[in-house]
């Protein structure tokens, strides 16, 4: 075994201990299956303590590449290849729906928000009047890119960035960027309104069935899509989050056809885990992954507020930039369900 901690890195040594066994795992030196050392033989070699190994292999579990079995150790979920026999029937949990979240559901109190409200147009005075840019105000990309570095493990340039109303408009978006020449994926169950916007952009959509870990690997095979929509954490209204290797099976199913992977994470905007979830577009270094989330949860649902993230392709932006979109930074509903600013 190579368990090298390097001791002058700013990463702590059980995240490296984590990440030496993804590696391992990915690369098939411990198989589906495969009996990992036990603790005591791990902390041994990587000369940390058994407390350390331990934090490690719970990030493992977590993230659904292994298992702990009670007095037998740890054993290796994670697979490379497509499943094996029949998967197992879809769970069916509650969830709630994304556009019908509770103001009390927000992260962000309301006596907090009102502070910050006050403290920005105080600071920025009438500059807060002027009209923002197709693609969204400078500022606010640059904390999006702040905030998703430290919350999601996400490094993008604001450039990456685009602002918009919510997650819907970027349904609509995204067909007028890709176009209509070839199907678009979701999943079945899916958050209705995703159909019914492509559906009115003039989009073919497939709707593939759920096992309880993502999509069905014959459904990937069988479909005739270049663009997958998947909500890899909570989809809704199955509440099904997809486990490592199916987030796995999604890349190779992009790479694989040239196509596009559309990620849109509404109900992970926040994590106070010790790590956070792993999204798709952190898991590839190709351009083939588009993120979108909210702030329906830390903010407000009132506000409709939204951000997606362009691969860094020169071809993305440009297609994009080039576009005369109506897009506007934001704007708050009344209740007649009328924009009453921009």
């Not at 350390?52 to 054993?75: F, P």
Request: proline share 6%; charged share 20%; net charge neutral.
């Amino acid at each position: 075994m190579d368990f090298q901690i390097d001791a002058v890195s700013k990463e702590p040594a059980y995240l490296q201990l984590y990440r030496k066994f993804v590696e391992d795992i990915v690369l098939n030196t411990y198989p589906y299956g495969a009996k990992l050392p036990s603790k005591r033989t791990i902390a041994s070699d990587a000369e940390v303590s058994v407390i350390t190994v331990e934090h490690a292999m719970s990030l493992l579990c977590d993230e659904g590449y292994i298992e702990g079995r009670e007095r037998s150790g740890y054993y290796v979920t994670y697979k490379s290849s497509e499943f094996l026999g029949q998967p197992p029937a879809v769970k069916q949990p509650a969830a709630s729906s994304p556009g019908m979240h509770r103001t009390s559901d927000s992260l962000i109190s309301y006596s907090v928000a009102a502070k910050t409200i006050r403290w920005v147009l105080q600071d920025y005075g009438e500059r807060i009047r002027v009209k923002s840019p197709n693609h969204g105000c400078q500022e606010l990309r640059e904390q999006i890119c702040a905030y998703i570095a430290r919350s999601r493990g996400i490094l993008v340039r604001p450039s990456q960035v685009i602002i918009g109303s919510g997650a819907e408009y970027f349904y609509g978006l995204l067909v007028q960027l890709l176009g209509t020449e070839h199907p678009y994926a979701v999943e079945n169950p899916c958050y209705e309104k995703i159909l019914q916007v492509y559906k009115a952009m003039g989009a073919e959509v497939e709707q593939l069935d759920l096992a309880s870990d993502g999509i069905l690997t014959k459904e990937l095979k069988t479909s005739k899509a270049k663009f997958l929509h998947v909500t890899p954490f909570h989809s809704y209204p199955s509440g099904i989050t997809a486990s490592i290797s199916k987030k796995h099976e999604y890349l190779r199913w992009a790479e694989n056809r040239k196509g596009i992977l559309i990620e849109d994470n509404y109900d992970l905007e926040l994590t106070v885990s010790r790590k956070p979830e792993e999204s798709l577009f952190s898991m590839t270094k190709d351009s083939n992954v588009i993120y979108i989330n909210t702030f329906s949860k830390t903010v407000a649902p009132s506000i409709r507020i939204g951000y997606m993230i362009l691969p860094e392709s020169s071809s993305f932006l440009l297609i994009f930039l080039s576009k005369t979109l109506p897009c506007p930074y934001f704007y708050i509903r009344s209740s007649r369900g009328c924009p009453l600013m921009y």
